[in-house]
């Protein structure tokens, strides 16, 4: 496994390894969410960190792949629809493991046909997380296996489009890590249109769109209970990201907002809407990453300002170098109602709109199937890429939901190299 490259300065690692994920516990029962009160967040304190550096070898400190608590509403039963099985394939075990973090390999209606990683170490633990015996030495390889019907990719960022639209050529579905393309207009037209000319399923698994506040306010807002959307924020703090040594360096110097679905989808997944627009502003590090690195990057935290499809603004900001908590996070305000931890109506008429959904939280996954890390999200996000390509329908977060979260933070870096130019963003539909 891959370490993060020594940094020059003690007092960054400090503050790598002080930064704790920031884990919220909310009860999203109707009750909760009419309630005006938000849960508190839970991080790891110094001196506990102190005491795991001295009893440990030093090892990546990747954050989000806690296992977290997630709010499920206990009534809410997982029910079995099919008694078919999904024949996948997993490529990439990486830095993160990733290949093996969504639980496809414990889901009642998934097969784990073969995995398929480059490096044959990580090719053998893939496999065996995956409870796997075949195994390919690459994708090219995998993809000739006629058995396989979908393949996940947990590969290298850089590689996402190129893998996927070869899946897809292929005749697979295909799952996604985030993002869906890498800095590149172009290939997210290629991968666009592959999709709609092969009319195969694309999911990205974007972990933010099953948070339980994300989840919970999707439901709100498509009863009515914000209105129109007049602000949104999201944030992705993930200090020391940009120096993660991943497969061929691709992490080094990572300009921020070419890494921004965790924060863009607290508007993107909410609403189903998309971003029109964006001025954004860059931050110049002073981390050594970003005084030299193949992406030409200068900066370490991007802020962007976006208008929105609906007539709104969202304000978005993925950060590599600031200090304090991480995570992702974001609130909404909306006409006649606003998230913040906990959902308010502007009156009774909007309460009770949003009374009438009843319970709010997550039903339960399959038996054997944990919710996982990032927020509860990963089982969430596994499960219904495969009911959707088994029930034949696009998964939640379908090829335009996943460019039109992705995609935006192509153009905002665009726009920081430029000083802030507002800049027209590219629009994709189902």
Same mark, same amino acid.
Not at 106 to 114: F, K, M, Q, R, S
Not at 236 to 247: E, K, M, T, V, W
């Given at each position: 496994?891959?370490?993060?490259?020594?940094?020059?300065?003690?007092?960054? $690692?400090?503050?790598?390894?002080?930064?704790?994920?920031?884990?919220?516990?909310?009860?999203? !029962?109707?009750?909760?969410?009419? =309630?005006? !009160?938000?849960?508190? @967040?839970?991080? =790891?304190?110094?001196?506990?960190?102190?005491?795991?550096?001295?009893?440990?070898? =030093?090892?990546?400190?990747?954050?989000?792949?806690?296992?977290?608590?997630?709010?499920?509403?206990?009534?809410?039963?997982?029910?079995?629809?099919?008694?078919?099985?999904?024949?996948? &394939?997993?490529?990439?075990?990486?830095?993160?493991?990733?290949?093996? #973090?969504?639980?496809?390999?414990?889901?009642?209606?998934?097969?784990?046909?073969?995995? /398929?990683?480059?490096?044959?170490?990580?090719?053998?633990?893939?496999?065996?997380?995956?409870?796997?015996?075949?195994?390919?030495? %690459?994708?090219?390889?995998?993809?000739?296996?006629?058995?396989?019907?979908?393949?996940?990719?947990?590969?290298?960022?850089?590689?996402?489009?190129?893998? @996927?639209?070869?899946?897809?050529?292929?005749?697979?579905?295909?799952? %996604?890590?985030?993002?869906?393309?890498?800095?590149?207009?172009?290939?997210?037209?290629?991968?666009?249109?592959?999709?709609?000319?092969?009319?195969? #399923? *694309?999911?990205?698994?974007?972990?933010?769109?099953?948070?339980?506040? $994300?989840?919970? =306010?999707?439901?709100?807002?498509?009863?009515?209970?914000?209105?129109?959307?007049?602000?949104?924020?999201?944030?992705? *703090?993930?200090?020391?990201?940009?120096?993660?040594?991943?497969?061929?360096?691709?992490?080094?110097?990572?300009?921020?907002?070419?890494?921004?679905?965790?924060?863009?989808?607290?508007?993107?997944?909410?609403?189903?809407?998309?971003?029109?627009?964006?001025?954004?502003?860059?931050?110049?590090?002073?981390?050594?990453?970003?005084? %030299?690195?193949?992406?030409?990057?200068?900066?370490?935290?991007?802020?962007?300002?976006?208008?929105?499809?609906?007539?709104?603004?969202?304000?978005?900001?993925?950060?590599?170098?600031?200090?304090?908590?991480?995570?992702?996070?974001?609130?909404?305000?909306?006409?006649?109602?606003?998230?913040?931890?906990?959902?308010?109506?502007?009156?009774?008429?909007?309460?009770?709109?949003?009374?009438?959904?009843?319970?709010?939280?997550?039903?339960?996954?399959?038996?054997? $199937?944990?919710?996982?890390?990032?927020? &509860?999200?990963?089982?969430?996000?596994? /499960?219904?890429?495969?009911?959707?390509?088994?029930?034949?329908?696009?998964?939640?977060?379908?090829?335009?939901?996943?460019?039109?979260?992705?995609?935006?933070?192509?153009?905002?870096?665009?726009?920081?190299?430029?000083?802030?130019?507002?800049? @027209?963003?590219?629009?994709?539909?189902?």
């Amino acid at each position: 496994m891959q370490t993060p490259r020594p940094r020059t300065d003690s007092r960054e $690692v400090s503050l790598q390894l002080i930064d704790g994920d920031l884990s919220m516990s909310n009860s999203f !029962s109707r009750r909760s969410f009419l =309630a005006n !009160s938000v849960a508190g @967040a839970a991080t =790891a304190t110094f001196a506990g960190t102190l005491s795991a550096l001295a009893d440990e070898p =030093a090892k990546p400190q990747i954050q989000g792949f806690d296992e977290t608590d997630t709010d499920v509403d206990p009534n809410a039963e997982w029910q079995p629809f099919t008694d078919k099985k999904l024949k996948m &394939g997993i490529v990439g075990f990486g830095l993160c493991q990733f290949g093996a #973090q969504f639980g496809l390999q414990d889901h009642p209606n998934a097969e784990i046909v073969a995995v /398929s990683d480059l490096f044959p170490d990580r090719c053998d633990g893939l496999a065996k997380a995956c409870r796997c015996e075949k195994t390919y030495p %690459s994708l090219e390889e995998m993809i000739k296996d006629d058995s396989i019907e979908a393949i996940f990719i947990a590969t290298d960022a850089p590689s996402h489009c190129k893998h @996927a639209c070869m899946i897809l050529e292929s005749g697979k579905h295909v799952a %996604s890590a985030v993002p869906a393309v890498f800095g590149s207009l172009e290939d997210a037209d290629r991968l666009y249109e592959t999709v709609k000319k092969t009319g195969l #399923q *694309y999911g990205m698994f974007e972990t933010s769109c099953f948070h339980d506040d $994300v989840y919970a =306010a999707r439901k709100i807002y498509k009863a009515g209970g914000f209105g129109q959307m007049i602000y949104t924020e999201g944030e992705y *703090y993930h200090y020391g990201a940009g120096n993660l040594d991943g497969y061929k360096g691709w992490r080094i110097g990572l300009p921020p907002q070419w890494y921004p679905t965790h924060s863009n989808a607290y508007y993107t997944c909410v609403t189903g809407n998309t971003f029109t627009r964006v001025s954004c502003i860059g931050h110049k590090s002073k981390l050594p990453e970003y005084q %030299s690195n193949g992406h030409n990057n200068p900066f370490g935290t991007e802020t962007a300002l976006f208008n929105t499809s609906e007539g709104g603004a969202s304000r978005m900001i993925v950060s590599w170098d600031t200090a304090g908590w991480g995570g992702e996070t974001g609130r909404m305000k909306g006409e006649v109602g606003a998230f913040n931890g906990a959902y308010q109506a502007l009156d009774d008429i909007t309460a009770k709109i949003v009374e009438k959904l009843g319970d709010l939280r997550k039903p339960k996954l399959p038996a054997g $199937v944990d919710a996982g890390g990032h927020g &509860g999200s990963h089982g969430y996000l596994g /499960s219904n890429f495969i009911e959707s390509v088994l029930k034949g329908k696009a998964p939640i977060v379908n090829v335009a939901v996943a460019l039109n979260t992705t995609v935006p933070g192509i153009v905002a870096h665009a726009s920081a190299l430029k000083d802030g130019e507002s800049m @027209a963003i590219p629009q994709y539909t189902l």
